[in-house]
């Protein structure tokens, strides 16, 4: 046993080309989806966007919880985490009907341009691939 070498949890994975330390199993999963990624940082953009209209007073600030939500989900998505990715899910189809509606009610381009960036969002979350390297 003095020739083999230490297997297990104890031992450091290294890559053998190297000798560094191997990527993280989690991490190398969201470097596989850097959509994941986009779409966190979507999500902590939306969550400034809504705290900033509460601070100039276009919103009341019960709406705070909105970026408490929009803030949990966008860092659970990089951890991963299925919560986070059925809060974000839900997060995008609620924000695509808003825009819509907004855009049938008022008309105005941006809104549904948004409307189609949450739904090109909600069906790259709903990929396979995505829901498999979620824990």
């Known amino acids: 046993m003095t020739g083999e070498a230490r ?5 450091p994975q ?15 999963a969201l470097l596989q989806l850097p959509g994941l990624v986009a779409i966190s940082l979507y999500m902590l ?3 400034v966007v809504n705290i900033a209209a ?4 276009q919103f009341s600030p019960p709406c705070l ?3 408490a939500v929009f803030i949990a989900a966008g860092l659970g998505l990089l ?3 299925r919560w986070a990715w059925a809060m974000t899910l839900a997060a995008v189809v609620l924000l695509a009907c808003l825009f819509a509606w907004k855009f049938s009610m008022q008309h105005a381009f941006p809104f549904i341009v948004q ?5 090109v969002f909600f069906l790259y979350l709903v990929r ?8």
């Not at 297997?7 to 031992?11: E, L």
């Not at 509460?54 to 007073?57: F, K």
């Open 45 to 47: 953009v939306l969550a």
């Open 65 to 67: 919880v909105f970026s």
């Open 79 to 81: 951890l991963l985490l």
């Open 54 to 57: 509460v601070a100039t007073g």
């Open 14 to 28: 290294t890559d053998a080309a190297s000798h560094k330390p191997a990527v993280a199993p989690g991490r190398r």
């Open 128 to 135: 396979p691939e995505v829901r498999e390297k979620l824990r």
């Open 115 to 119: 409307g189609l960036l949450n739904l």
């Open 7 to 11: 297997t297990g949890p104890a031992a």
